[in-house]
């Protein structure tokens, strides 16, 4: 089992900036590919961004320029950096993780992850 936690969430302005954390204790993520995904209330899980153990990315074509996903093997840590937030941004993110030699991966389909975090809150005001 791979616990993750999600950390960096919070209240910020419209235009502003947050960077948000997916730590997983005692592991390295280079063994994993590693997806961001957000549900706002009401509506259905969406992925944001992945970043595959390769340093490969993905990202929805809703935050792409706007999103930049990284990962720290040595903090054992991947994170989100989104940009120019928007009030449609507002949502629960989650981190998700997957082994990396596990077949079929499809970066943009939550099912493709084995492993989620309980998420951190994003509210973007107007």
């Known amino acids: 089992q791979v616990q993750l936690v999600e950390s960096g969430g919070g209240l910020v302005q419209a235009g502003g900036s947050l960077r948000l954390s997916c730590a997983a204790p005692g592991r390295t993520f280079g063994f994993y590919d590693v997806g961001w995904f957000r549900q706002a209330p009401g509506k259905e899980r969406e992925f944001v961004a992945a970043?595959?153990?390769?340093?490969?990315?993905y990202y929805a074509d809703s935050v792409n320029g706007r999103a930049s996903i990284s990962s720290d093997n040595a903090k054992r840590t991947v994170y989100l950096q989104m940009n120019s937030l928007k009030p449609d941004d507002t949502a629960v993110y989650y981190c998700?993780?997957?082994?990396?030699?596990?077949?079929?991966?499809?970066?943009?389909?939550?099912?493709?992850?084995?492993?989620w975090g309980q998420g951190t809150q994003v509210t973007v005001s107007s």
């Open positions: 998700a993780a997957r082994w990396k030699y596990k077949a079929n991966y499809v970066p943009y389909s939550h099912v493709s992850y084995d492993y």
């Open positions: 970043i595959r153990w390769s340093n490969s990315t």
